[in-house]
């Protein structure tokens, strides 16, 4: 499964961006789909996920309430909506899939080449 994300730029702070991550694979449809993020000189870090039938969500703290996840229709489409954007939230944003949602970034399978994302102050 090709994973190929887009969306990221430069923002100023308490703006907003969407991520996309898409695959052109049927099979992504039944894959949790979850989006993970690094700034420099850090380990990346898991910012959310969503099951297949996109019922089922999850966030990191940092990001609850300002992030969004979700998929589109058809399900081979996978957006991260982030508004209020911080300083903070600057990092490259990776997708990752695989089957049934977790927070472990080692159990993913499948990953996309990431996006940048900077927020300004």
């Known amino acids: 499964v090709q994973l190929v994300e887009s969306g990221g730029g430069l923002v100023q702070a308490g703006g907003s961006l969407r991520l996309s991550c898409a695959a052109s694979e049927r099979t992504f449809s039944a894959y949790a789909v979850a989006w993970f993020r690094q700034a420099p000189g850090q380990e990346r870090k898991f910012v959310a996920n969503?099951?297949?039938?996109?019922?089922?969500?999850d966030y990191a703290d940092s990001v609850r309430g300002r992030f969004t996840v979700s998929r589109g229709n058809p399900k081979n489409t996978v957006y991260l909506q982030m508004n209020n954007l911080k300083p903070d939230d600057t990092a490259v944003y990776y997708c990752?899939?695989?089957?049934?949602?977790?927070?472990?970034?080692?159990?993913?399978?499948?990953w996309g080449q990431g996006t940048q994302v900077t927020v300004s102050s």
């Open positions: 969503i099951n297949w039938s996109g019922v089922m969500t």
């Open positions: 990752a899939a695989r089957f049934g949602p977790t927070r472990e970034e080692h159990t993913y399978e499948y």
